[in-house]
């Protein structure tokens, strides 16, 4: 069955990503494992932004708000804490507690969809300039400095839980990291498969008759909204522990559109899609930064309007057809085989 085929193939590929992030420190040089980090904590953005969009229609321009709320919030509790255990969990818990406030006014104040890209656009903009202008000594929160367009340096990466002296060595952020994304995939999954999930679907589909049916759209929307921007703020929090920095441009907006470029390229409706879709094109800006004969912003236009045009459905999508279709055909191989040995049979 084409269902059971896919659970099938998805199930490879977890356990496929679980092996790769146990065996890869053991394989690779310390660059390329820092730079795969990287990739596996954009994963956990891309996912943020993929779960709300693909499957809560919820398009959001400025997700970046939440990942650099998440990030200066890491590094700002980690300074003052000494520990990075409950800074994760509140990089976690106040953008999530951000998308609701922000979600609130928001979704019952019944604002349409295209108001709510600028919105979110316009509060990653005050973000930005807010934290960009937080230079001097007065702009302190606790111990730690914002220094302005400066940004904090020197954060404390993560260690073992409640324990600071125990400072994880790079192999142990890159399965932390990779550990990261593939439990909030698999979370995202079980939500889906959970009556929120099959809701939130159902309003993205049709918000009239989800709501004749007796369910809120916009409590719906809401939930689904938080639960980006608490996985946006763990992403900021992985970024934060790779570089060991946080600064302004964190919120950047570039960064807000390629997250849509990366879905766009994976396949939105899909989970693994964005992830898919983050890694190729943040190995192609890596490929390009390090010759420096293309424009990187050119390519990924040109990236855009390619997929656009020629796979709008996106990479996952595709994939996924084909195979299902190459499936269909190997079935009916052997029943059209065996028709045709029955005719013969018949005719003799």
Known sequence: MPAALSRALQALAVLGAIALVVVLPSHLELFTLMQLTLFAAMGVLALSLGFIWGFGGILSFGQTAFFGLGGYTYAIAAINFGDSTNAILLAILFPALFAAALGYFVFYGRISEVYLGVITLTVTLILFNVVNSTAGDAYTIGQARLGGFNGIPSVPTFNAPYTPDAV???????????????????????????????IAVAVRENETRAALLGYDP???????????????????????????????????????????IWITVGGLGT????????????????????????????????????????????????????????????????????????????AE
């Open 168 to 198: 994880l060595s790079p192999e142990a952020g890159w399965w932390v990291t990779g550990g990261a994304l593939i439990a909030v995939y698999l979370l995202m999954r079980l939500l889906l498969a959970s009556p929120f999930g099959r």
């Open 218 to 260: 916009r409590l719906v929307k809401l939930g689904v909204f938080m639960v980006g921007g608490a996985v946006a703020g763990l992403a900021g929090a992985l970024y934060v522990n790779w570089g060991a920095f946080v600064g302004p441009t964190i919120f950047s907006l570039s960064l807000s559109a390629e997250i849509i």
């Open 271 to 346: 989970l693994i899609g964005p992830v898919v879709g983050c890694v190729l094109i943040q190995f192609l800006n890596a490929k390009i930064g390090s010759q420096q004969a293309f424009n990187a912003n050119l390519v990924l236009g040109v990236i855009l309007v390619g997929f656009v045009l020629l796979l709008p459905k996106g990479v996952v999508p595709t994939l996924k057809t084909a195979l299902l279709g190459l499936g269909r055909k190997a079935k009916r191989r052997p029943a059209a085989a065996a028709a045709a040995r029955t005719q013969i049979a018949g």
